[in-house]
C-alpha cells in the first residue's frame, strides 16, 4: 500500500467543471505546490478545509441559492436586470442557464473535493494520520458529500452519483450516467451513516456531529419518514436555545446559542451576500421582498424588521447580511428554529399535542403580540409552511418548504403564472448534459 497520496492541482476539479465565480479561499489546494502531500494531521486538516472552501461558494453559502429559492417561489421578487434570475421570477428557468449551472457545478466542486480525500485517506498507510484525526477527517469528507448530494436531489430529482475524479481516474470519471432519485437519497443516507460517531470537530463553523443529524432530519423529513426524522431530532431537543431577538441573528461577528452550522468569511475571504440584496449605491438590489411578501406578515410579527423600508415595496430590501464593505457576513447553514419547527412538523402529523409548544416557542421569539397557535394534523401544512416563510426569508429554504410540503401550484399561481408541474424540477443544465458522454437529452427532467 502506498504511504502517502498525491493531492495535485487537479484534485480538487469538479467532477464536471468548477464554477468560475467561487469566493476568496480558505486554504486554496491549487496553490500548493504539487511536490506536498498529505503526510501528516496537518495537511489532512488542510485538504479538509478545501470542502468548506468550496462551500464558499457564491452559488452554494453565498448569495445566490438564497435568491433564487425566494424568486422562484413566493418572497421575493426581480429588481434586477440579469436575465437568468427572471427566468427564476418567472418559473420558466432554461436548460442554458448559467446561473443554475454554476450552482450545479459548485455542488459538484463539494463532493469531489469530498471524494478526493475520502480516496486519498482511505489508501494512506495506517500510521500517517493519527487516528482521531484520520476518523473525524473521513467523517466530515462524507457529511460534505451528503450535504451536497442533498442540494442537487432537492432542486433536480436524480443526478449523477461518482465516487471518482478526473485527477485520480483520468478523464473517464467525466462520465458518468444518471441516478434516479430513490437512489440518490439512498446514497445520501449511506454517507450520513458512514460520518456518524465519527465527527468529533466542536467548531460550528464545519459539520459537527449535531450537524450531520439536523442534515439527517432534514434528509428524512423530505423523504416523509417522518418517525425516524422525530427520533433523530428529538436528541437536540433543549441542546441549544433560540437568540433572545430575531436581530441578533444577524449581528456582524456575533453568535448566537441558536447556532448549529455557519460557513465562515472574513474581509480577507469575502462574500457579496450584503451586495445583492443591497441598493445602489453599495449594491445592486438584484432581488427584494415581493409585495405580497410583506404584506402577508402578522402586524406583531417583528421579524419583519429585517427588511428595510418594509412598508413600501419599491425600496425594500434584504438588510440580514449588512456587512457591505467587508462581505464578512457568516450565513447560516442549520440553527436551532429550524429544530423546533422540524420537530413541530413530526409531532403534529401524528396528533402529539406537545407540537404546539415548539412552534409557539418560536413564535414567541417572533413578536410578544403573536398569538399562539394549536398545530395538528389537520392544519400542519399550512402552518408550518407559513412559520417557515417569515422565519427563514432570505435563508434558501423557501422554494424547497413548498416543494416538499405540495404547495407548488399553489405559491406558483399566486403570482399570476400558470402552474406547469414539470417546472418543479430545474432542468439538467444544457453544458452538463453535452459534456457527459453518458447523458443525452433522454435524461433531461421532463417538458425542457
Known sequence: ???????????????????????????????????????????????????????????????????????????FDHTGSFPTYLEARLNNIQPDNVTTSGYFTSNFAVINTATAIIRVIEGLDADVLSSGVRSNTLAE????????????????????????????????????????????YTYIESEIAAAEGNITNTSKLRFTADALQVLKAKVLLY????????????????????????EDLYVVGGDTPESIFRIDYSPSDSNSLAFFFYPSPNGRREVAPSAAFLAAFDAADERINMIENNTDFSTAYLNKYSDNANGADIPYIYRYADVLLMYAEVLARRDAPEASDYINEVRARAGAGLAPVTLNSGNVVTLI???????????????????????AQQVIESKGITYNANRVLWPIPQSEIDANNELSQADQNPGY
Not at 433523530?232 to 437568540?243: N, V
Not at 409552511?385 to 404547495?407: I, Q
Open 141 to 184: 469528507a462524507h457529511a460534505l458529500r451528503a450535504f451536497a448530494y442533498f442540494q442537487l436531489v432537492k432542486i433536480w430529482g436524480g443526478v449523477p452519483i461518482d465516487e471518482e475524479t478526473v485527477s485520480l481516474d483520468g478523464i473517464g470519471a467525466s462520465h458518468t450516467p444518471r441516478a434516479t432519485e430513490a437512489a440518490v
Open 385 to 407: 409552511a407559513n412559520e417557515r416563510r417569515f422565519e427563514f426569508y432570505g435563508e434558501g429554504d423557501r422554494w424547497d418548504d413548498v416543494k416538499r410540503l405540495g404547495l
Open 223 to 246: 423523504q416523509g419518514k417522518y418517525p425516524q426524522a422525530e427520533s433523530t431530532l428529538q436528541p437536540l431537543i433543549g441542546k441549544y436555545s433560540l437568540a433572545p431577538n430575531y
Open 1 to 75: 500500500m502506498k504511504k502517502y497520496f498525491l493531492l495535485s492541482i487537479l484534485t480538487m476539479t469538479t467532477l464536471f467543471f468548477t464554477s468560475c465565480d467561487e469566493e476568496l479561499e480558505v486554504k486554496d489546494l491549487s496553490q500548493i505546490p504539487v511536490d506536498q502531500f498529505i503526510i501528516d494531521d496537518a495537511s489532512a486538516e488542510t485538504a479538509l478545509l478545501q470542502g468548506y472552501n468550496n462551500m464558499q461558494s457564491t452559488n452554494i453559502a453565498g448569495p445566490v441559492q438564497k435568491m433564487f429559492s425566494g424568486i422562484y417561489s413566493d418572497n
